[in-house]
């Protein structure tokens, strides 16, 4: 049964464009929206950097039903995606406090104290 909806990936990082990591969520994502009769009509790589997560999310806003991003979730300083899809939404932040409990608890089963840049994962 065909699908009738747009697909694409937008795969954030600088690794994937300086050739220190292949992107292997293309390869899986196109393989598994195949089988769902989902075909990708479009998929870029691109640098953490602001201007091109916010240009890409909003381009894939205007063209496409389904939308997947990659990349740039974790607690470091070039991690931008949530912020970045947040402002391409026009949505503010929100933290979750079940979220830091759980990276508390995660630290804590191995006797180590989180940096405070790990609660940034806990922003939604």
Known sequence: MKVNRTAELIAI???LLNGLRAN???VYLGDQLTGLGIGLHHACEIRDEPDDILNSLRQALDRSDLIFVTGGLGPTADDLT???TAA??????LHDPQTEQAIREFFQARG??????????CEI
């Open 13 to 15: 990082g600088d690794e």
């Open 24 to 26: 292997g969520h293309l």
């Open 82 to 84: 949530v912020a970045c």
């Open 88 to 93: 391409a939404l026009n949505r503010r932040l």
């Open 112 to 121: 180590r104290i989180p940096a405070e840049n790990n609660f940034k994962q």
